[in-house]
């Protein structure tokens, strides 16, 4: 068995029902928890954030709503999710900016319009499919932040114990590490491991947040 999710995030009926379906679950939201807290930690409650692949936008709402003095930059390259994203966002709407770019096939950070302090990503990077695509990301992120700048990433991983076979884009913890010590961030650590099953795990549980600065 495989632990594997395919996706069609460009395609609108796809992304309504799978947004449905991904509505944060109280575990999930301890992710963003673990997110808040450390941006809060850090000082960072009044600079720019941006996400990449913002999805329908979960993350960037409970961001929005509990640091008000953030401003935001959601990329994805689906613009149905843009446009799901903008909805559940609105209300923030003075604060907050969308970008539609490719992770893998694109300069994204060509596209930004903003220079941001924080970088945020969850349950993204590894629809990447290949490690390489996650290493040129960080690598991007390092270019990008300033000195002290801050990259959290929230994402689906494979156990360090698994010896289950998982996509190209779920990878180890350790291997999350080292990518980003190749990136350049110095000390990157693994803050926390959450549903996490080595003998029973799915395409959704098995997720860890992973903290870097530069
Ligand atoms: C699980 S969703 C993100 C959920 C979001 N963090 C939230 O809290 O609502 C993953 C997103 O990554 C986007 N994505 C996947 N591959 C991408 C790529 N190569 N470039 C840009 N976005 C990508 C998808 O379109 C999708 O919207």
Redesign the pocket.
């Known amino acids: 068995m495989k632990i594997q999710a395919l ?1 069609k ?2 395609n609108t009926d796809f ?1 309504r029902d ?2 449905e379906k ?1 509505k ?1 679950t109280q575990h999930r939201i301890r992710l ?1 928890e673990t997110i808040l807290k450390q941006i809060e930690d850090d000082d960072s409650k009044q600079v720019p954030v941006l ?10 709402s ?1 961001l929005l709503n509990r640091l008000p003095q953030i401003t935001y930059e959601g ?4 613009k149905s ?1 843009l446009g799901i ?1 903008k909805k559940r966002t609105e209300v923030y709407n003075d604060r907050i900016d969308f970008i539609q ?6 300069a ?1 950070n060509k596209k930004i319009k903003m220079a941001p302090k924080v970088i945020v ?4 990077l590894h ?2 499919f290949e490690k390489k ?1 996650i290493l040129n990301v960080y690598r991007t992120a390092y270019e990008i932040l300033p000195v002290g700048g801050l990259l959290l990433n929230g994402d689906f991983i494979k156990p360090e114990e698994s010896d289950y076979e998982y996509e190209g884009g779920r990878i180890k913890p350790s291997e999350h590490l080292k990518l980003l010590r190749i990136a350049g961030f110095r000390d990157p650590w693994c803050i926390e491991e959450f549903e996490k099953s080595v003998d029973n795990p799915t395409t959704s549980n098995n997720y860890a947040c992973f903290k870097a600065k530069k």
């Open positions: 996706h995030f460009h992304s799978w947004t991904f944060p963003f996400e990449l692949g913002i999805g329908p936008g979960f993350l960037a409970y990329l994805d390259f689906s999710m994203a770019a490719d992770l893998i096939n694109e994204w990503s969850t349950w993204a629809d990447l695509n």
